[in-house]
């Protein structure tokens, strides 16, 4: 099987695990400030704040922006559902903005309808989760603009998207947004095994989203609430979580990133070459946007139904009997019956349900070789012949 994703582990990586194995620390070492410091200064940013997973560097932002009961956030169908989760966690309202027909990115046009709208009925939203799904960002010069008027913040999920650029610089610089949130999945361009960071300019969110991390507990005397009792003492000063990262993830995220560069190089080289072998093929291969360099974790081809006599779904299971691991990203959130249960209807965004009923993610990692790529695309050719 050729999977849709997966990690490079160099001798390089592994020593480095095996160094921290070694040390005095497993835990709340040097190896996690190494990391976040590696990061921002990588993609540009002031702060970094490393977590276990990205899911909790969501939670953890939108908490640090005050994100309640009784706001909303919202964010765009086609995502992993932790962009929406993320909401609901803090007690706030969901609701979703549908995608654009080429970058299947969260639509500026219809952002702005729905603000209108939502400025009518007394509903903004307090938070706006723009996804850039396979690592292309979002148009983030028309969101950023439209927080200015109507007064939401930014939160960039860029799960998918390390080492890509927005206008010429690396997405996470925070331009445009007040929080960016990275992925180390193992399937992400860059690995920490599991883990995640946000990224910010604002010193207060920084803070913050550090002290949630770690169970609301400091040792720092200037965010204690009274005098420490002695040198032994610390105080909870929020209601936090255990989201800390280890030594050994920080470890081996420092090595990864290492070959940053060169990994989303390699995949804008896979993607080319599978540009020019799919050319004549019944499918829609991932159009790129001129602001932007995505990051390409994901190659998305969509389907030309008319075009083909088999089914999205026979195409599919063609694929993953021949031995090609496709995948589809994802599932429209608002389909999921734990939101359907909220009232969303699958109608309800339906350049969202064009694209879940079309979309296939080819295999696209910086370590798949061209006979594995030329593999797939003979496969693929197979599954949309009559």
């Known amino acids: 099987m050729i999977p849709y994703g997966r990690q490079e582990i160099t001798r390089e990586d592994i020593d480095a695990v095996v160094e921290v194995l070694e040390s005095d620390f497993l835990t709340q070492g040097p190896k996690v400030p190494e990391f976040e410091e590696k990061v921002a200064k990588h993609v540009g940013a002031e702060f970094a704040v490393a977590v276990n997973s990205a899911t909790s560097a969501l939670h953890i932002a939108c908490l640090a922006l005050d994100l309640g009961k009784d706001d909303w956030l919202w964010t765009t ?10 909401g609901l966690y803090c007690g706030a309202q969901v609701d979703f903005v549908d995608i654009d027909p080429r970058t299947y990115n969260l639509c500026p046009d219809a952002l702005q309808h729905k603000l209108e709208q939502a400025e009518t009925d007394g509903c903004l939203p307090k938070v706006v989760v723009a996804v850039h799904l396979s690592g292309q960002p979002c148009n983030m010069a028309r969101i950023k603009a439209l927080s200015d008027r109507y007064g939401f913040r930014i939160v960039e999920d860029a799960s998918h998207a390390i080492g890509g650029k927005y206008q010429g610089e690396f997405i996470g610089n925070g331009r445009f947004s007040d929080i960016t949130v990275f992925s180390f999945h193992p399937v992400k361009i860059v690995t920490t095994a599991e883990g995640g960071m946000a990224v910010t300019n604002d010193s207060a969110l920084a803070s913050r989203m550090a002290l949630l991390r770690s169970h609301g507990i400091t040792r720092d ?4 609430t009274r005098e420490p009792d002695g040198p032994w003492y610390y105080q909870q000063v929020d209601l936090g979580f255990n989201y800390r990262m280890t030594e050994l993830q920080a470890a081996l995220g420092i090595s990864q990133m290492e070959r940053l ?3 989303v190089a390699l995949r804008h080289q896979l993607a ?8 004549d093929l019944p499918v829609v291969t991932p159009w ?14 969509r389907l030309k139904p008319g075009s083909i006599t088999p089914s999205h779904r026979e195409v599919f299971e063609s694929l993953r009997e021949q031995g090609i691991g496709v ?7 608002h389909t999921q019956p734990y939101y359907e249960r909220m009232g969303f209807e699958p109608d309800d965004f339906p350049e969202s349900m064009h694209y879940y009923r079309e979309a296939i993610s080819l295999p696209m990692f910086h370590g798949l070789t061209y006979e594995q790529q030329d593999t797939v695309v003979a496969a693929l050719q197979q599954a949309l012949a009559p």
């Open 327 to 333: 995948n589809l990203h994802y599932i429209p959130v």
């Open 261 to 263: 560069d060169r990994f």
């Open 288 to 301: 790129q946007h001129p602001d932007s360099y995505s990051g390409l974790h994901l190659y998305v081809i």
């Open 221 to 224: 005397p200037d965010q204690m």
């Open 272 to 279: 080319q070459r599978y540009d020019e072998l799919l050319a």
């Open 77 to 86: 169908p086609v995502t992993f559902v932790a962009s929406a989760n993320c």
